[in-house]
C-alpha cells in the first residue's frame, strides 16, 4: 500500500500514513478553512487501509494546536480506525507545559474508550 504524506502547512499538520505497517502519524497545527477537504484523503486512505490492515495500528498524534472543527475529525478519524483493528493504540504526545492539550487527549480515551498512552514529548 502506497503511504500518504502531506507536508504541513501554515495551517495544517504533517500527516504521514504507513498502511503497510500500520502506522498514522499527525502532528503540528491544524485549523485549515475548510477541515473536511483537508482531511478527505485521509478518510479515503482509511477506506482503503480497511482493506489491507494490518493486525496492529497505531495511531500518533503530537499537536500544537487545533480548532474545534479539527476535533470532530480526529473523532472520526479514530472511530473508523477503531472499527477497522482489533489491535487499535493511540499515542497522544503533548509539548510542557501545554495542558490543554493533554486534557484534551484524556477526554477522547474517555469519551471513545479507546487505548491511549498520553506522554509528555521528551
Do not use: C
Request: proline share 4%; no cysteine.
Amino acid at each position: 500500500m502506497k503511504k500518504l504524506i502531506i507536508e504541513a502547512g501554515k495551517e495544517t499538520p504533517q500527516i504521514y500514513m504507513d498502511g503497510d505497517n500500520g502506522h498514522f502519524s499527525i502532528s503540528g497545527k491544524s485549523y485549515p478553512e475548510n477541515v473536511y477537504d483537508f482531511y478527505e484523503p485521509v478518510f479515503e486512505y482509511i477506506e482503503q487501509y480497511q482493506q489491507h490492515s494490518s493486525p496492529k495500528t497505531t495511531l500518533e498524534f503530537n499537536w500544537l494546536y487545533y480548532n474545534t472543527a479539527t476535533s470532530k475529525v480526529i473523532m472520526k478519524i479514530i472511530m473508523r480506525l477503531k472499527e477497522i483493528s482489533p489491535d487499535f493504540q493511540i499515542n497522544w504526545y503533548y509539548k510542557k507545559d501545554f495542558d490543554l492539550i493533554m486534557e484534551k487527549g484524556e477526554e477522547i480515551k474517555d469519551i471513545l474508550d479507546v487505548k491511549m498512552i498520553i506522554a509528555e514529548e521528551s
